[in-house]
């Protein structure tokens, strides 16, 4: 900040009419951040110290109105519209997060399911070692 002007300092080697009407959206959503205008930000600039230049807008002529007017308009929208998303986010996030838990309840109760099988399995094949075991002795003793 210098006075009332917000000051971005851009390195780009190409500068382009996309690039300064980009690098002005990200000024003036710096300056619509600035919910209680403590920083009162009138003008923009960007700096840009590679081609030795510096251009300031006042943000009455970026907004084609009185900034004073328009400002606590602009800045309680930019607000509700930042709360909205927030919460957008944070219901996909817990809707992800719910699918993951989902997703791992099923994989953990798949994978009990195939260790209780093998577990089945296998005291089946000794049960079944066991009785040939028995029916060997058995045929033995009979020989005998």
Same mark, same amino acid.
């Given at each position: ?8 300092c851009?390195?780009?080697?190409r500068?382009?009419?996309?690039w300064?009407?980009n690098?002005?959206? #990200? ?12 920083l009162?930000?009138r ?9 030795? /230049?510096?251009q300031?807008?006042s943000?009455?002529q ?6 004073d007017? /328009? ?16 919460? #957008?986010r944070?219901e996909? *996030? ?13 994989? +953990?109760? +798949?994978?009990?399911? #195939? ?7 296998? #005291? ?5 070692r ?11 003793? *009979?020989?005998?």
């Amino acid at each position: 900040m210098v006075g009332d002007v917000l000051v971005e300092c851009k390195t780009s080697e190409r500068i382009s009419n996309q690039w300064i009407r980009n690098a002005l959206l #990200q000024l003036l959503g710096y300056a619509l951040l600035d919910f209680e205008d403590s920083l009162h930000i009138r003008h923009l600039a960007i700096w840009a110290p590679r081609r030795k /230049a510096t251009q300031v807008w006042s943000l009455n002529q970026i907004l084609d109105t009185s900034a004073d007017d /328009a400002l606590p308009k602009l800045r309680e929208d930019f607000r509700h519209t930042l709360i909205t998303l927030r919460e #957008q986010r944070n219901e996909e *996030a817990k809707a992800r997060h719910d699918e993951l838990v989902k997703w791992r309840a099923n994989f +953990e109760a +798949e994978r009990r399911a #195939q260790e209780d099988l093998a577990a089945l399995q296998a #005291q089946e094949k000794k049960g079944r070692r066991r009785e040939s075991d028995r029916n060997r002795i058995a045929a033995k003793r *009979a020989a005998t």
